[in-house]
């Protein structure tokens, strides 16, 4: 795998943006062009002779001074986007380092001010004492994207190495600083180099590079100063993922069967993950847009730190049936289906069935009427469905109950009979959306208990129904004898 990394050791020091805007008239196509206007902070007269030396690894280098106005121009060959590295330097100020980014056919201009020199111990020859604390100056930007996937892979961080007085010190105090990447996500990322000089400002600069997984990276420099070691603050990078890629697409809802036929106003939440290439979340932020052939739903969601993104369904029209049920599976079914882009603008998209069930009923008893021989038992079969025989929503609750009339006088003893369905007499439904058995058709078997009685006895069967499909319960009760 080749990568191409840069490594930028500048001098930076404070940099005060009066004002920023930006020009689009006065570049041509292939040129990105930095105009700066450069003034003393503390007097705000503007400084002429300040040397500028502008650098970038894909464009070139540009050396200028600024004119009596104290205005420089500085000027790029870029079809893009440029990242360019600028030095100020003038006698008796700090030198002053910054990053821009330059675009094609575009006039960057800036207010900028230099910082004048203060000397801390006179006639030493030194203006700072000795390293005491490493300062994280910043990262441009402050999130990349893994390596491979069109985003900006690499960030520049800046560090400034201080005394005891909080001044950063000089070329005669200057430290060798150890950068290390720790707590990554362990797709290959690295900083470069991995040890820099402080250069004349008490600043270095580092790349970081992104490897293939997404995550959080801290940065931490250091450096020995005598007989002790400083070290900075942890630095931490986001590392976001890539373009959204088909494989690693995916919608579901909260439950496929939506209890929502004849109702207007039901809520289904609609989930999507995207993911990229190497399988990690998709960049925050991603937008995803979404449709329905039945009800409304929402129409985007923006995907957070983990891609996932939710929606919510209502039901109201067009109801799914015809033309706007989904083919092949017929009324009461239809899909949502979740859209969003991929690298180069390439379609990424899914798609999820849902029915839409309606009120319960219960049918198809068979036999209607029983006649148990002694000792005997007698199956039967039910169905449950809404009105269309599609299988009612999760958490329906059938259950299947014998009921024996108290005998007509104290002291006669009747037929004690068992039912046996689902668990302990009942069933819970889950999430299913075609019908079938256990899903719409059911059996239970009703046994006589006691061998010791031959005398018929009347058996009334309850079947009861409750859950999201029934205002309250429904119920159908039939009768007949066991011996």
């Known amino acids: 795998m080749s990568r191409i990394w840069i490594i930028a050791v500048l001098t930076v020091g404070v940099l005060l943006f009066g004002g920023c805007k930006e020009d689009n008239t006065t570049a041509s196509q292939g040129e990105g062009v930095l105009n700066g206007i450069v003034s003393d902070a503390a007097t705000l007269a503007v400084l002429a002779d300040v040397a500028v030396t502008a650098q970038s690894v894909s464009a070139g280098s540009v050396s200028t001074t600024t004119d009596a106005n104290g205005s420089f121009r500085a000027s790029f060959s870029t ?17 002053t380092t910054f990053t821009v980014s330059l675009r094609a056919g575009s006039v960057l201009v800036l207010q900028l001010s230099m910082t004048p020199k203060s000397v801390v111990s006179p006639g030493t020859g030194s203006t700072s004492g000795l390293a005491q604390t490493i300062a994280f100056l910043g990262s441009s930007p402050q ?40 707590n990554g996500p362990g797709g290959g990322e690295y900083v470069s180099p991995d040890a820099v000089t402080t250069n004349a400002a008490g600043q270095a ?23 002790r070691t400083i070290t900075s603050s942890p630095v931490r990078l986001v590392i976001n993922g890539g373009f959204p890629v088909q494989s690693h697409f995916s919608i579901a809802p909260v439950a496929h ?14 989930t999507i993950l995207a993911g990229d290439m190497y399988s990690n979340p998709v960049a925050p932020g991603t937008a995803v847009y979404f449709r329905s052939s039945a009800g409304v739903v929402q129409p985007s969601v923006f995907t957070d730190k983990n891609g ?15 033309t706007f049920a989904a083919p092949v599976y017929g009324d009461g079914y239809h899909y949502v289906v979740a859209r969003t882009l991929g ?11 849902i029915l839409w ?11 209607a009427t029983f006649d148990v021989a002694n000792g005997g038992s007698q199956t039967f079969s039910f169905r449950v469905s809404d009105e269309l025989g599609h299988p009612l929503a999760e958490g329906t609750i059938i259950s299947v109950s014998a009921l024996i009339p108290p005998p007509p006088s104290e002291g006669i003893q009747q037929n004690q009979v068992t039912t046996i369905f ?26 006589d208990g006691t061998w010791s009685i031959t005398d018929p006895t009347p058996v009334n069967i309850v079947i009861n129904v409750t859950g999201p499909n029934v205002n309250g319960s429904i119920g159908y009760t039939f009768g007949g004898t066991v011996r």
Not at 216 to 227: E, F, M, N, P
């Open 79 to 95: 079809d893009s986007i440029a990242t360019a590295a600028v030095t100020l330097r003038k006698t008796g100020y700090r030198d």
């Open 205 to 227: 600069h580092i790349t970081f590079n992104a490897g293939t997984r997404s995550g959080v990276v801290q940065v931490t420099a250091s450096a020995t100063v005598g007989s």
């Open 257 to 270: 069967n939506f209890a929502a036929l004849h109702e207007l106003g039901q809520v289904q939440p609609i």
């Open 143 to 182: 999130e990349v994207s893994v390596y491979g996937v069109g985003g900006k892979e690499t960030s520049v961080l800046s560090f400034e190495v201080r005394d005891s007085l909080g001044l950063a010190i000089d070329a005669a105090h200057a430290v060798k600083l150890t950068f290390t990447s720790t």
């Open 357 to 367: 069930s309606g009120h319960g009923v219960i049918s198809n008893i068979s036999p």
């Open 343 to 353: 690298q180069g603008g390439t379609v990424v998209q899914d798609s999820t069935l």
């Open 422 to 447: 689902g668990s302990n007499g009942s069933v819970k439904l889950p999430d299913v959306i075609f019908s079938g058995p256990g899903t719409t058709d059911f059996t239970f078997i009703l046994k």
């Open 308 to 322: 996932f993104g939710t929606v919510n369904l209502y039901s109201g029209n067009p109801s799914p049936y015809s």
